[in-house]
């Protein structure tokens, strides 16, 4: 099989970075803080389950495009309710939008992306997270690449087709020849559909212990069980 | 003096890499292949002299954004002629723009700008060059940022005013939280016009020996001799 490519995006919110416990964390500290209960992990997944049809509405032009921590609080605001948890306030809500800045990355994260920083592959995000979000994430998750690309930079969201393209356009390569790195099948499809070639890499705890992990989707070029597997199939074909 | 900061952000070309001498090397090697002969630093130095009327005349409207990339392509054809160099071919030419990707750090930008990563300060260029450019010349010289920002994400170039308020509204920082870094005294004359901090960082060798080095603009926040010292500064008021 054959995968040649110059540039390799990533997803992160998933597939880089455990979410659902480092939000969790968060929100039993914050909410702990201000003397309130629940289960936490029940919060977080609601608030998640939320995202992807905020960010359709905004993809089908329902909403106007405005940035990831934004929605991210509409979508808290949205969802505390249903936990008794109104009496969360204002600087604690804004600080939980926050956690989203501060993910824990995978434990293979860091070090495959470090294998191929030392490869010609040219190597970017590409998340619905903004720039600063991104650049924050990475820094203090110790993700190193060589630029930060974001659906913001196409004033949209994955999986809108404007946002594969842009990358591809910003880093002066084929579609062809950039590589979309995903846990979550809708995202390949669309890159995929896009023109870029696709890797999926199983994340079976994204939602933690008890949820059925997602399956690989059709026409995908590459699985890699992990990062480091990842570059090591990347450089071996470089 | 306080200078309280949440992000840098760094001119690449002139301020973190000698463009003289990489692109006079390239010059000779790519036109000593073709059989020609020239004084390559003179034509160099006439090939960035074309650079800030060319981006000027972006910036007035003159003439259609278009990438960095291109521009050079139109400069260095304006001034092969001059040089008795027509003879040069189109792949030449075209391996000559990309020169400007490859281009070598001063020694202390890397160290410098790993000093930084390790602070809480987010770190990125704001260039003239494109995502790419940036992306592929920040890898190869081993200077690393937090995040890639260039005057493309504004479809404009320094120092038009968007381009230093795009980067603040990117990176989610005010403006005055927001130090532009640089070794051209208009660059950061423009940057503390849009409301940023300023460092001037001196390159007395930029055009050579025999050029006279630029002062520190009237009114600049900081000097810094280079990144590492910068960094100190930087560090020790973070």
Known sequence: MSLEIDAAVFDVFGTLTDWRSSVTEELAEIGGRA???ADWA???????????????????????WQPL?????????????????DAL???ERAELVRAWHRLRPWPDAGPGLEL???SPVITGTL??????????LTKQAGLRFDC??????????????????????????????????????????????AGLRTAFIPRPLEWGPAAAPADPPAGVDLVAEDV???????????
């Open 148 to 193: 930060v690309l974001s659906a913001e930079l196409a004033r949209s969201y994955k999986p809108a087709p404007q946002v594969y393209l842009t990358a591809a356009e910003l880093l002066e390569v084929e579609p062809g020849r950039l590589l979309m790195v995903a846990c979550h099948p809708d995202d390949l499809e669309a890159a995929a559909k």
């Open 116 to 118: 191929l920083h030392d």
């Open 89 to 91: 306030g204002e600087p």
């Open 69 to 85: 921590d934004a929605l991210h609080r509409i979508m808290l605001d949205e969802v505390l309710p249903g936990f008794g948890l």
């Open 127 to 136: 998340s619905n997270g903004g720039v600063g979000l991104l650049a924050r």
């Open 35 to 37: 003397g309130l209960h």
């Open 42 to 64: 029940a919060v977080t997944d609601a608030w998640r389950r939320r995202y992807r049809p905020v960010l359709g509405r905004v993809v089908a032009g329902e909403l106007p």
């Open 228 to 238: 480091v597997t990842l570059a090591g199939l990347l450089r071996g074909r470089g």
